[in-house]
């Protein structure tokens, strides 16, 4: 299950999706909205994606996940548009038989979402405000997205 | 040529629009691209260095050629998860 | 969420017990039997408990995984009897401000319930024959439980 | 004084009982309650040195005391997860 939806996210489907018999560790993490970072509100997130490579780099994602950890299942599924407090944005889940490998290929998955999928945010501040929210070094500098040896080619 | 950059979030918003047309150099690369996007929207000057760009929905090197048929997207640094 | 169930575990339940509107990262591992382990069957898997002590131990390991990962929540259930292949034995929910923490927290909370919960489970086999689950080091020897400095008073 | 422990798992198929009834000294420890389990039933033997002991559902060390009143459990290696 590899999935853009404007929905909100069923996270026990997701979960579902990976369940097999010869699973032992199932691992899903639902990445939600926070209301307080840092004492600033947010009112909501507004996600945007480039939908067709967001997909394909997605699989490209899930498939290499699957055969570095040998996993049983793996299952993504981001939400684009409005995202309310305390509601999901990404699921991730996997499942394999030990646990250490659910743990490092579900880390491993969301760093490299985070990190390559094309899909942004704008947080929406109180004042209805939108701000693009960029990756940026402790010098408030914007960095670039990683290093080229590490794109996913799909 | 006439090439399509299709622009996205915060790029988009300087840009002032969802898609570019640039007049290119049959040879293009992507390197020409990102130089005719900031010529013709300076507002994109000071993001563009941390522009990746796509082509036909891969990421492409700054030296990858274009064509006119290519689907060039200019992928600010993303935010998703 | 602290439960020792018969009842078969109800994921979405425990995740939904620690979401929390300044919670990011949403963790929950679900632990299942597995049907197959090295070309070996397992029929069903019967876990048994010392109940009291147990939900004793597993308040005192959520208190101290909250306050070391400053938690916006944590969740335990653990099931006893018979579990079937590819239903849940045990599931770990834990929630924070940001993912990281929701990983360390998750993997330390499972290995301390695997360390020192006095519970315990019999593997049955294709004859029906039930076999007691002990950890062994490489010589196949009985490994006591854990050091005692790492014992968890509540 | 008489003491009751509490056999969990394996521990408690070697003994063929939940709770087994020891006679000790009154200044008794968990090293003695081991001992004298042991003792009733040789089939624990090679189990005993990886049981671990429990004093009113807290783990106890060796040589904690024990009462009559104490809720004594012994604990085989744990499996549960």
Redesign the interface.
């Known amino acids: 299950m590899i999935q853009i939806t404007h929905e909100p996210i069923d996270?026990?489907s997701v979960?579902a999706a990976v369940?097999?018999?010869?699973?032992?560790?199932?691992?899903?993490?639902?990445?939600?909205?926070?209301?307080?970072?840092s004492g600033t509100r947010t009112v909501e997130l507004r996600?945007?994606?480039?939908e067709?490579?967001?997909e394909?780099q997605l699989t490209g994602l899930c498939h290499n996940a699957r055969s570095r950890w040998n996993l049983t299942g793996v299952a993504v599924v981001?939400r684009v548009g409005v995202v309310p407090?305390?509601e999901?944005?990404?699921a991730v889940a996997v499942s394999s038989?030990h646990?250490l490998a659910?743990?490092e290929a579900?880390?491993w998955l969301?760093d490299r979402?985070?990190?390559?999928?094309?899909?942004?945010?704008?947080e929406i501040d109180e004042d209805g405000q939108g701000h693009?929210?960029?990756?940026v070094d402790t010098n408030e500098t914007?960095?670039?997205?990683f290093p080229?040896t590490d794109?996913?080619?799909? | 040529m006439t090439v399509t950059v299709l622009m996205f979030a915060h790029a988009r918003d300087l840009a002032g629009g969802t898609d570019l047309k640039l007049d290119l150099a049959d040879n293009a690369t992507i390197c020409d691209v990102r130089e005719a996007l900031v010529n013709a929207c300076p507002e994109l000057r000071i993001l563009m260095p941390h522009c990746l760009f796509s082509v036909d929905q891969q990421y492409a090197e700054d030296d990858d050629r274009v064509t006119a048929q290519s689907e060039i997207g200019c992928i600010p640094p993303v935010s998703g998860g």
């Open positions: 996270a026990a979960l369940s097999d018999n010869n699973a032992g560790a199932n691992l899903l993490f639902v990445g939600t909205t926070r209301e307080w970072t996600y945007e994606c480039y067709p490579m967001a394909r981001h407090p305390g999901a944005s990404l038989p646990r659910s743990f579900g880390q969301i979402i985070k990190q390559v999928v094309p899909v942004w945010k704008q693009w929210v960029h990756p914007i960095v670039g997205h080229p794109k996913v080619r799909t």
